[in-house]
């Protein structure tokens, strides 16, 4: 194998850093890490053969500050600098800085980083260049009443963009001439605000979208290459959350088509690294070669690219490193093809029956399937900062074909445990099981559309409540000096606090080893033949001896005991408290104000002695940019505040406490 570099620099963190340090560590190239405050521990700094510090946790004092990424590349020998995807990777002077220190950037020039950096500009370019593209207006005009007679000749509905936006950011859908002069208005406050930029264009809506988007590669001698098309339409607000390849209903006119189109693309540009196309579709009924159009380019390596990597064999980060070395393509055009279909699924730290509120904190288990690839930046015992994107992992899998591909990531995603920390796991196994798109049929609106059919916050059956009080009790029912009385059965009566409020039931244990579970007072279920194999559980259940299987985990938070159990339907975490300590406050969700998340606290608007209503304000949190309001969950007196504006607190912390108002 020919020697690029022999020491390159990653400047990111998280699972595309361990990504990029695996293949340079099988290509024989040492790696540096970068890191914060926040991830001296993490786990792209122990894989790396060498790790520099650049600064506080916030990216803006850290990973965002290009002088400290060159110095530390400088400092320790590298040849090459490899910006992963997010912070830098997009930034042409950052480019240019690392190109003037003498320094290889692994990635496109800044040239081409600039000429797709604005979303008008590019559009003029990719149809001069024969892409097609969306009809609208991008021209320099950015006068009110212009843009709305632009609009009416466009006709409605029509989207309002950021020219420099991304993420959905500056993006305003509006269906009637009366909705636009707000939707303008509030576009450009939002492109101002995140991208100092507040010049939109305006792009006819397509009812039915699909997202589909294109795999290019080009090197400096001048090839350009694609590696085929991947299907990203399951979007929440326009963030992909599954992602497959190839796209379900592709024919090979309309791939043909839509590949072509995307080569040039990359062509108008000079095109040398990793980079993607991606297209809007009528989704309407079947593709059809005029019906798909220029959305944007990403001049960088996707999160999504593993799903090109499996269907082609090919080693994308590899490319990077080879191409940027000066090296030609591996392969050529024809020695590329499509070999069985593969998903990715995004799992977050997140609580989608909160409004996909970020979730953060501690991981106290992470457990994966062995039939997926799982990509992830984290491991247990490690602490999901509020600074970052919270994901946790990206789940994939590949098959012969689709079905099996998508029934292999329903499997990967029901054995996946995440424990300490809510996830988005329940929400990826019930949008893998959606009947549309199981059947391949859908667009980039099913999850808005089914939303409360995705997002369950039901409470937990009988199993998950049984394993959890067997388990937090540390009792087999077969053990002989376990649960054992000398007359009769053995009682135990529990409150857990599940989701914030108090869950209360009685689990008997019979002289035959058999077990009830009453939950207001109801049997919710029996169970016989139990047993506990280190943290797999099983036992018996019901008129037709059905069988249960469970994984269940324990761990400790401060005098309570956490318990998570995962059965084949879905995964519920439950918090016992100890009833001799001051952790037993919790079960009384009316007399205390918890934080609802890992983050910091903004303001702290009540002192002791304060007199609240219920539902009145009394500070906010944030996290991951988001900020949360802390209500009173009553009329009382404030009897104490535990922390102050600016603390950085963990989820579940209680931060104010009440004491019933006294009588007049």
């Known amino acids: 194998m020919t ?33 914060s405050d926040a991830d001296e521990k993490a786990l792209h700094v122990s894989l790396a053969d060498e790790a520099i510090h650049i600064g506080p946790s916030p990216v803006s004092d850290s990973y965002l500050v290009a002088e400290r990424i060159i110095k530390a590349a400088q400092a320790t020998g590298a040849q090459a600098i490899h910006p992963g995807y997010g912070f830098l990777s997009e930034n042409p002077d950052f480019v240019d800085a690392v190109e003037s220190a003498g320094l290889t950037f692994i990635g496109p020039s800044s ?5 797709m950096g604005l979303k008008d500009a590019a559009k003029d370019l990719m149809a001069t260049a024969g892409v097609p593209i969306v009809p609208g207006y991008q021209g320099d005009s950015q006068d009110a009443d212009f843009l709305a007679t632009e609009a009416e000749r466009i006709g409605y509905p029509v989207l309002i963009k950021a020219r420099a936006g991304g993420g959905g950011k500056g993006m305003r859908k509006v269906d009637v ?33 699909r997202h589909i988007e294109v795999q290019v590669f080009g090197d400096s001698q001048g090839h350009v290459v694609h590696l085929f098309e ?47 196309i991606e297209f809007i579709a009528d989704g309407s009924g079947p593709l ?56 990715e699924a995004r799992l977050y730290a997140e609580d989608p029956a909160n409004g996909f509120l970020p979730a953060t904190g501690k991981l106290e288990h992470l457990a994966f399937s062995d039939v997926a690839r799982n990509d992830t930046g984290v491991r247990s015992g490690d602490v999901i900062s509020p600074f970052y994107d919270p994901m946790i992992a990206k789940i994939i899998t590949h098959a012969t074909d689709r079905k099996s591909a998508r029934l292999s990531l329903l499997k990967s995603l029901r054995e996946t445990h995440v424990v300490g920390t809510v996830c988005n796991a329940d929400f990826l196994v019930a949008l893998a099981a959606h009947a549309d798109f199981a059947a391949g049929q859908f667009d980039t609106g099913l999850i ?114 956490l318990v998570s159990v995962l059965t084949e339907d879905s995964t ?22 918890v934080a609802p998340m890992t983050g910091r606290i903004v303001t702290l608007e009540v002192a002791k002695g304060d007199l609240v209503t219920a539902g009145a304000r009394l500070g906010v949190m944030e996290a991951m940019k988001m900020e949360t309001s802390l209500v009173a969950p009553r009329d009382g007196l404030v009897s104490d505040v535990f922390f102050a504006a600016g603390d950085a607190v963990e989820g579940g912390a209680i931060l104010v406490t009440l004491e019933v108002e006294s009588a007049a």
């Not at 940027?324 to 591996?330: S, W």
Request: glycine share 6%.
């Open 111 to 115: 040239k081409a980083i600039r000429a």
């Open 230 to 276: 991947r299907d990203c339409s399951l979007q929440r607000r326009h963030q992909k959350v599954i992602e497959e390849a190839p796209a379900p209903g592709m024919t090979e006119a309309v791939r043909r088509a839509m590949t072509e189109a995307a080569v040039k693309a990359a062509q108008a540009i000079d095109y040398c690294g990793a980079g993607t």
């Open 448 to 561: 808005e559309r089914d939303l409360e059919l995705l997002v369950t916050n039901a409470d937990p059956g009988g199993v998950h409540l049984a394993v959890a009080a067997l388990a937090a009790l540390g009792i087999e029912p077969a053990s002989r000096h376990l649960g054992w009385r000398l007359w009769g059965a053995a009682v135990h009566d529990l409150t857990f606090v599940y989701k914030g409020a108090p869950l209360s039931c009685r689990l008997t244990l019979h002289p035959d080893d058999t077990v009830t579970l009453v939950r207001d007072g109801h049997e919710v279920i029996d169970l016989r033949e139990v047993a506990f194999d280190g943290p797999h559980f099983s036992a018996r259940s019901g008129q037709t001896n059905a069988q249960i299987k469970a994984t269940v985990r324990l761990a400790h938070r401060d005098a309570a005991v």
């Open 572 to 593: 519920c975490e439950f918090l016992l408290p100890d009833l001799r300590s001051g952790s037993a406050a919790l079960i009384d969700t009316s007399d205390s104000v």
């Open 177 to 209: 001439p009366d909705e636009f002069t707000t939707a303008l208005e509030s576009a450009r406050r939002e492109g101002q605000a995140s991208f100092g930029d507040p010049h939109v264009l305006i792009e006819k809506y397509i009812t039915t979208p």
């Open 3 to 35: 020697q690029t570099f022999s020491k390159i620099l990653i400047a990111n963190r998280g699972e595309i850093a361990v990504r990029v340090i695996r293949t340079a560590r099988r290509m024989g190239i040492a790696t540096v890490a970068v890191y």
């Open 288 to 343: 059809r070669v005029d019906g798909f159009w220029f959305m944007e380019m990403n001049t960088r390596l996707q999160v999504e690219h593993p799903v090109t990597e499996a269907i082609t064999g090919v080693d994308l980060v590899e490319w990077q490193i080879r191409v940027a070395a000066g090296e030609p393509l591996p392969l050529r055009q024809d020695d590329l093809s499509i070999t069985g279909h593969a998903f």
